[in-house]
């Protein structure tokens, strides 16, 4: 079996050699400067771990296509045996794109329309409804016909916030779901069971990044019990399904998983002793615990300066990319090699930097004060565990184009070799995405001056 250790060192090492060989081949470089870096044999191995992790218990493992919601990748995820949990249309119709079934997508949102229920009911998805108003939109929807998919609905169990606020879905007034602690919510839950036969599931997601392993069990416990006490008052198997949501925190100080899911499950089975007695279909919703450590971020070093006795490198990597991290640098510390214009691990004596990013924004920095050897233009920086929610969440601000992705495997002789998972956006997809097939909109005229054509 491999160590975490084992899997530290493989990752680091891959992914190393993948950025020279980006380097060699000019996947990056002078032309493309910022590329995205998948570990696609870390990523199947992720899979695995979560899957043993669980084993042999029956649970069906969802992962969250909001944080890498590209086709190839999650055409990957169903051919790796997993299903896929969705929170949009958009994200529905690529889920469904990418290749899974109707019966392995979950659909979880707090505001779908009555078309967007329409079509989850039409084309027998499972989904859980966010609300009481949702769930007679549903109950409308269905005038009486037996349910076309499981069908749930989200509950907030109020066990607190973790440490970042604003990705604590459990706090007392968190957004989402059905607030168990408020008064007669909980009886609410339980009428809404006895009224509608179609009502099975009950879905809690915690929180996602700093929220303990114990918040996250108590707000699985809370779900359980309150499927216990349905199945007890309103009668047996009343709830079939549990989903226990996603929010395995992720580890950014080095290569290593931690905690790890089997951690997890040891922490659940800790908490709710019968969860896994077979009463229940389980299905869980990770995304950064999936995606995150198995990503890589990679720009080269445009200019250095310094300014203030500081010095400054100057990056491609910023708010566009990084745009969750970049808006809570002290949530998301970014972990940082530096290589050099060769795509050569980088050493010398060290100093501190600010790495900053391409953005009009003073706040555009990835690292500030980060110790690294001394920095010039044409080096390249790694930047680690981004392969969750950034990615495929792309922030259009200053009209940068999206750049491009690319999977990356080690053959059994040590190559390495990439597969593209998704091209740059080119400088006219950009324009068009502003709007340009309607530039003379509100002056009907030309413009008097004919422009530089953009390709
Ligand atoms: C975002 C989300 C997830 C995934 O959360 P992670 O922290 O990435 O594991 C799971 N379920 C729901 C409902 C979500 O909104």
């Not at 009428?191 to 009950?202: D, E, Y």
């Not at 996602?208 to 996250?216: A, F, N, Q, R, V």
């Not at 080119?426 to 413009?447: A, N, Q």
Request: glycine fraction near 10%; aromatic fraction near 6%.
């Amino acid at each position: 079996m491999e160590t975490t250790s084992d899997a530290a060192r493989r990752r680091r090492t891959a992914r190393d050699a993948a950025v020279a060989e980006a380097v060699r081949q000019g996947l990056l470089g002078a032309t493309e400067p910022l590329v995205g870096l998948l570990d696609v044999d870390g990523l199947l191995g992720t899979v695995a771990e979560l899957h043993a992790a669980f084993a042999p218990a029956p649970v069906r493992h969802a992962f969250a296509a909001k944080a890498c919601a590209l086709a190839p990748v999650m055409r990957l995820m169903a051919e790796a045996g997993m299903d896929c949990e969705v929170a949009s249309p958009g994200e529905l119709r690529l889920a469904l794109a990418a290749g899974f079934a109707p019966g392995r997508i979950v659909y979880d949102s707090p505001i779908k329309t009555v078309a967007e229920l329409e079509f989850a009911l039409a084309h027998g998805i499972a989904l859980n409804v966010d609300n009481f108003q949702e769930l007679a939109r549903v109950d409308a929807l269905l005038a009486g016909r037996p349910a076309p998919a499981p069908l749930g609905i989200r509950v907030n169990p109020q066990v607190g916030r973790g440490s970042v606020d604003s990705t604590s879905t459990a706090t007392s007034t968190s957004k989402f779901g059905v607030a168990l602690r408020d008064e007669g919510a909980t009886e609410a839950v339980v009428q809404a069971f006895a009224r509608h036969p179609w009502l099975t599931r009950i879905h809690t997601h915690v929180g996602s990044l700093g929220c303990p392993l114990p918040l996250m069990a108590e707000g699985v416990a809370a779900a359980h019990a309150l499927a216990e006490r349905v199945n007890a008052e309103v009668g047996p198997r009343r709830v079939t399904g549990l989903d226990i949501g996603g929010g395995l925190p992720v580890n950014f100080a080095d290569d290593t998983d931690t905690p790890t899911f089997a951690e997890y499950v040891a922490e659940l089975r800790r908490a709710v002793p019968t969860l896994f007695d077979g009463r229940y279909d389980l299905i869980t919703e990770f995304g950064r615990a999936i995606f995150a450590k198995n990503g890589t971020v990679a720009s080269i070093v445009e200019y250095t300066k310094t300014t203030g006795g500081r010095r400054i490198a100057v990056t491609h990597a910023g708010g566009q990319i990084l745009t969750r991290a970049m808006s809570m640098p002290e949530a998301w510390p970014i972990r940082i090699d530096a290589f050099d214009a060769k795509g050569r691990p980088k050493s010398g004596p060290t100093e501190p930097h600010d790495i900053a990013g391409p953005l009009c924004f003073a706040g555009d920095l990835s690292a500030v004060a980060r110790d690294l050897p001394v920095l010039e233009p044409g080096d390249v920086l790694a930047l680690h565990d981004t392969g969750a929610y950034s990615l495929s969440t792309h922030f259009s601000y200053n009209s940068l184009p999206r750049p491009a992705i690319h999977g990356y495997r080690t053959t059994p002789a040590g190559e390495t070799t990439f597969t593209p998972i998704r091209p740059a956006q080119t400088i006219t997809e950009v324009l068009t995405d502003s709007g340009t097939t309607h530039t003379d909109s509100l002056v009907p005229r030309p413009p008097a001056v004919e422009g530089i054509s953009p390709s």
